[in-house]
């Protein structure tokens, strides 16, 4: 079954995470918005070192259910994803929640 995903979705939920894309202030990481089209998942990776250890993390995972809806599987952070999917006109029967 073909998944149904509203490319102006997937696009409003890079657009967020990419405002938190790029170099952290305190540490030496950085965020990387990617996007997995075949799991229709987009994420927020931290990527880099801290101390002396690789960090890899996954703070932000935004999935696209079979009917269209955007899931917040994750947030770890300090950005309201659904208040600003809200400011873009997305409607909030469209968010959901896992």
């Given at each position: 079954m073909?998944?149904i995903?509203?490319?102006d979705?997937?696009?409003?939920v890079?657009n967020?995470?990419?405002?938190?894309?790029?170099p952290?202030s305190?540490q030496?990481?950085?965020?990387?918005?990617?996007h997995?089209?075949?799991t229709n998942?987009?994420?927020?990776l931290t990527v880099?070192?801290?101390n002396?250890?690789?960090v890899?993390e996954?703070?932000i995972?935004?999935a696209?259910?079979e009917?269209?809806k955007?899931?917040?599987?994750?947030?770890n952070?300090?950005?309201?994803?659904?208040?600003e999917l809200?400011?873009?006109?997305?409607?909030?029967e469209?968010?959901v929640?896992k």
């Amino acid at each position: 079954m073909a998944m149904i995903v509203k490319t102006d979705y997937t696009d409003a939920v890079k657009n967020i995470l990419r405002t938190v894309e790029g170099p952290l202030s305190v540490q030496p990481l950085f965020n990387v918005v990617i996007h997995n089209p075949k799991t229709n998942r987009v994420s927020l990776l931290t990527v880099g070192e801290d101390n002396g250890e690789d960090v890899f993390e996954k703070p932000i995972i935004i999935a696209f259910t079979e009917a269209g809806k955007i899931c917040i599987e994750k947030n770890n952070t300090d950005l309201n994803v659904k208040g600003e999917l809200l400011k873009q006109g997305v409607p909030e029967e469209d968010i959901v929640r896992k």
